[in-house]
């Protein structure tokens, strides 16, 4: 605590001297600055911001690229309010995002050919897709932030999955069964969704690209054992489990009563919570008493222009009040511990008794197989 | 004076003899940027590994029991393959496993034969009886293709669902339920909603080609109704059905989202399992499945079109004239319109339920009746965020690529024609080569233009990079101009080459040859396909996203599937069906006014 209000302290005198530079180059730094906001429209908050700039960091003025995904900015998003917001704290800063269809593939790709990597952070990243960002390139695409990020020692221990330090969670959603309590029982462990009575009663993911459903087949992982999780899954297929393509058809399913029970997120009640609301049709159900975590994380390219600059994004965004903010407008549990994010978040957004995931050492051997051998099976089947 | 008025029609002349050649050229220069270079960058994967040749990637997958079922044989252990037979029949005929390849290709051909039955009749309807809104009805023809599949999928969950309309109507009548999802049935029957309309567009526009003269003249010789049907009337619809089918067929082997959507993981077809290759960056397997699908697709295109190369469509002439669809009470006693009013009834099950169901879900939310999902396309549009996908600029940007497509894709499509009906000894070769954008998989088009035009290329140290409007129209172009030749080929064929020949000799050029004489006895066919280029335009997808520079050059369906990931109103499709229900209003719309200005221009 004493160290960040000594850094704060110490980084409002050298953006006093920033602003002191920019005045001397009196003429164009209005338009430069205007040069600089490509991302338009939003300019107009900044303009006003010059007079808070004593509250700035170290790192004044430049341009910080964050590609995520594309609804995590955009009106009332995440993204939107972080960008306001840091913009404010850091006058003369622009952060601009950038969306590519891809998701991270985009800059793996981009790495492999050579083409240039025109982002500074990318956020948005879960494990497997840094494991997979490691081993397709012979150089790392990440640098590791360290030890020393303000804020990273507050982040909750199951979700600090990269022993690197190069991938830094700022939410995560607990993976976990979402079930009508009308047409079904709870069904408390993996063995019960292989009873009869649950025949054709569970729809889940594909593990090769959809989040959630990979995240439910590493459970079962941890739940059954490498060795075993094959054969549950046969077994799983034999009691008519549908594996649909993503997380929105299959809840387009579930919400089409296709089945009563989906594989979903631990937060899905903040979305249906009001007076006419059915709320025994969202049910949260943890299996084993566990939830799998799938931490979002944010990390650094290795080549990024202003590192320092999105150090200070990245502290930002583990403050607090960030922390609050992206909970509530992702719908997805702070990383930071003892951040509450609102009252109606608390009360319908479920915390499984357990925590469970898998670290980047443990997916990095076997993830691609896992995955490539369960999509056989069900393939086949 | 006369020497320099002489020189200007020298020039105008010379203008005119290099314009088919100069249009031929840039053709095959769009394509190889376009097209061939990209997707060659791709494929190469599966036959270079560190620099040199080899055919590992190849075998691998063509050895892989889960790939080639039974067939694996025959690349594993060749030797092996008659004992293997004879053992198989010794154990009674065991049922075979096909694996992924043989998978595809049955549901491919399931989903051909459902397009074409379900098509046809509507072929008829459309080409042999008058009735009110008949060209209204033609024209929306095209509309399922410009859907986008996660759409039509919404739709047919909420029409054949377990709690969908059919099986509410179904309840209402005492009759069964159906139960169809996650089943080869909903996939062949949602295959055959992309393409069925395909099979009667094209059929009713080589019927309505049909020179009635003909037909006279042979039941004036005595041929029965049916005996002229036969003799005449069917072998100028064949090459149009037999198009129509081969489209549907690679179509359907190379299908992926619908399949992805309604079937899941347990029917996965090889464009699915190719795409979830891409996604792991697995690139070597993923340019193999896509070398083997090119080739096969490849080569049923060039048997197809050595067929259709002996087939001719004779135009001009006067068309068969249409008999009034409603003739009174004798409506009700002719088997025929008895049998046509049946399937009317099945077409409104098929086409119209998904779509109402998708407007139905754009208003009603969690709790009945609801505008949130419109309120939330206005809210969009109104605000000043920074990344904000608005429904105006994304329906102007959709209708200006539309415009552009087929302004280069008619082109396109015509000079290749030309080339297929008048071109000399290996011609189906080159058209084939030419027609090549519908026979590679989608996926491995748009990997390959991300690699060489969105990362760019370097040349002479420095780097090209193409994106924004120029690169999605050309890109929208290369897609749609196979539709523009697969309309007009047969067309052009058909038409009496003393014609052309007497043009030429007369001193007309080439081109003002196909400008006076040929165009005109072809126009509906330019017109049929030049609707294709714009549908196609209209929804693309893949390539568009990967070619929109950041937020300014998104299109309806690129913003459709940017809010199906907002969940700013929970998790719904609610904003995603209102964009829908926008996409489908705006190209229906386009598409009445396609047809009804291409109609005032018809000779």
Same mark, same amino acid.
């Given at each position: 605590m004493d160290r960040r209000q000594f850094l704060r302290r110490s980084s409002a005198g050298v953006a006093g001297l920033a602003m002191l530079a920019g005045c001397t180059g009196a003429g164009d730094s209005g338009s430069g600055s205007e040069a600089n906001g $490509? $991302?338009?429209? !939003? /300019?107009t908050t900044s303009a006003g911001s010059d007079s808070t700039a004593t509250t700035g960091s170290a790192s004044s003025g430049g341009t910080l690229r964050v590609a995520t995904? $594309?609804?995590?900015?955009?009106?009332? !998003?995440a993204g939107n309010w972080l960008k306001s917001a840091f913009e404010k704290e850091n006058s003369g800063t622009t952060v601009e995002f950038l969306t590519p269809e891809n998701g991270v593939n985009q800059y793996v790709q981009r790495a492999k050919q050579g083409a240039p990597i025109d982002a500074d952070i990318y956020l948005g990243l879960n494990t497997a897709e840094l494991v997979r960002a490691r081993k397709k390139l012979d150089k790392p695409l990440f640098q590791s932030v360290g030890e020393? &990020?303000?804020?990273?020692?507050?982040?909750?221990?199951?979700? /600090?999955?990269?022993p690197k330090k190069r991938a830094v969670p700022y939410d995560t959603g607990y993976i976990s069964l979402v079930y009508n309590e009308n047409e079904v029982e709870e069904p408390k462990t993996f063995d019960s969704l292989l009873e009869s009575r649950y025949e054709g009663d569970l729809i889940t993911e594909n593990a090769q690209q959809s989040d959630p459903g990979r995240a439910f087949l590493l459970w079962s992982i941890i739940a059954k054992g490498e060795q075993n999780y094959l054969d549950y899954w046969k077994q799983l297929v034999g009691n008519g489990v549908k594996v649909l393509s993503d997380w929105e058809p299959a809840y387009q399913a579930y919400s089409d009563g296709e089945a009563p029970m989906v594989v979903s997120y631990s937060t899905d009640q903040v979305y249906y919570h009001g007076p006419d609301v059915d709320i025994s049709k969202h049910q949260i159900g943890f299996l084993n008493d566990q939830g799998y975590a799938n931490p979002e994380t944010m990390a650094l390219f290795e080549s990024a222009n202003d590192p320092q600059l999105a150090r200070t994004f990245m502290e930002f965004v583990l403050t607090k009040n960030a922390q609050s903010k992206i909970a509530v407008k992702n719908v997805q549990f702070p990383a930071?511990?003892?951040? !509450?994010?609102?009252k109606e978040f608390d009360k319908y957004a479920k915390e499984p008794p357990e925590t469970v995931t898998h670290s980047y050492d443990e997916l990095a051997g076997s993830v691609e197989s896992w995955v490539e051998e369960w999509s056989r099976l069900v393939a086949s089947g | 004076m006369v020497a320099a008025g002489r020189e200007r029609v020298n020039a105008q002349h010379w203008g005119e003899r290099l314009a088919v050649p100069t249009a031929f050229v840039l053709t095959v220069a769009i394509l190889a940027v376009v097209f061939y270079y990209p997707v060659l960058s791709v494929l190469r994967e599966a036959v270079v590994r560190a620099g040199s040749l080899t055919a590992a990637p190849l075998v691998d997958v063509l050895g892989d029991p889960f790939y080639t079922g039974v067939a694996h044989h025959l690349f594993t252990a060749p030797l092996s393959i008659p004992a293997g037979v004879l053992e198989w029949v010794q154990s009674g005929f065991p049922p075979v496993e096909f694996g992924l390849f043989g998978f595809t290709a049955y549901q491919a051909f399931l989903s051909t034969l459902a397009s074409v039955v379900i098509g046809l009749p509507g072929a008829y309807l459309l080409a042999r009886f008058e009735f009110r809104g008949r060209r209204t009805l033609r024209s929306l023809t095209i509309l399922p293709f410009v859907l986008p599949s996660i759409m039509v999928a919404v739709g047919f969950l909420a029409m054949f669902g377990q709690n969908g309309l059919l099986n509410d109507v179904l309840g209402a009548l005492g009759l069964g339920q159906v139960n169809l999802l996650f089943t080869l049935e909903i996939i062949v029957l949602a295959h055959a909603f992309y393409n069925a309309p395909l099979v009667t567009r094209l059929v009713t526009t080589a019927w309505e080609g049909v020179d009635a003269r003909r037909v006279e003249t042979a039941r004036a010789l005595g041929a029965g109704p049916f005996r002229a049907f036969r003799d005449i009337v069917v072998p100028q619809l064949l090459p149009a059905l037999l198009t129509a089918a081969l489209l549907t067929f690679v179509f359907t082997f190379l299908s992926f989202p619908i399949v992805l959507a309604l079937?899941? &993981? /347990? &029917?996965? !077809?090889v464009e699915v399992w190719l795409y979830a290759r891409v996604q792991d960056l697995e690139l070597a397997e993923a340019a193999t499945l896509g070398t083997i699908e090119t080739v096969l697709s490849l080569a049923l295109t060039y048997l197809y079109l050595r067929y259709e190369a002996r087939q001719t469509t004779a135009s001009g002439g006067t068309t068969l004239p249409r008999r009034a669809l409603a003739v009174g009470w004798r409506t009700l006693r002719d088997p025929v319109r008895i049998g046509l009013a049946i399937y009317g009834v099945a077409i409104l099950v098929l086409f119209v339920g998904p779509l109402v169901s998708m407007i139905v879900e754009s208003v009603t939310g969690p709790n009945g009746l609801t505008s949130a999902y419109y309120e939330f396309l206005l809210d969009q549009q109104a605000t000043t965020a920074a990344g904000t996908t608005k429904p105006l600029p994304a329906i102007a940007n959709s209708l200006a690529f539309g415009v552009g497509t087929l302004a280069l894709a008619v082109p396109m499509g015509i000079v290749v024609s030309l080339m297929a009906t008048r071109g000399g000894t290996g011609s189906r070769l080159a058209e084939t080569l030419m027609s090549a954008p519908l026979a590679v998989s989608g996926v491995v088009v748009g990997l390959g233009l991300l690699q060489t035009l969105v990362f760019g290329t370097t040349i002479a140290g420095y780097r090209f990079t193409a994106g924004g409007a120029l690169a999605i129209v050309v890109a929208h172009a290369v897609a749609a101009y196979p539709f523009v030749t697969r309309n007009v080929t047969p067309a052009l064929a058909g038409i009496d080459s003393q014609l052309v020949d007497s043009a030429r000799s007369l001193g007309a050029s080439r081109f003002r040859t196909l400008l006076d004489v040929e165009l005109p006895l072809v126009w509906t066919a330019v017109l049929a396909g030049g609707a294709f280029a714009f549908a196609i335009s209209i929804g693309e997808f893949d390539t568009t996203v990967l070619l929109a520079e950041g937020v300014e050059s998104y299109t309806m369906p690129v913003a459709l599937e940017r809010y199906i990931g907002n969940r700013s109103l929970g998790p719904s499709l609610g904003p995603a069906t209102a964009m829908g229900t926008v996409l489908l209003l705006v190209t229906a719309a386009s598409f009445l006014v396609i047809e009804r200005l291409g109609g005032r221009w018809e000779p």
């Open positions: $490509s $991302s338009n429209g !939003t /300019r995904y $594309s609804s995590f900015t955009g009106e009332d !998003t020393d &990020l303000d804020g990273a020692d507050g982040l909750k221990k199951p979700l /600090r999955i990269d930071v511990k003892g951040v !509450t994010p609102s | 079937g899941g &993981l /347990r &029917l996965a !077809t």
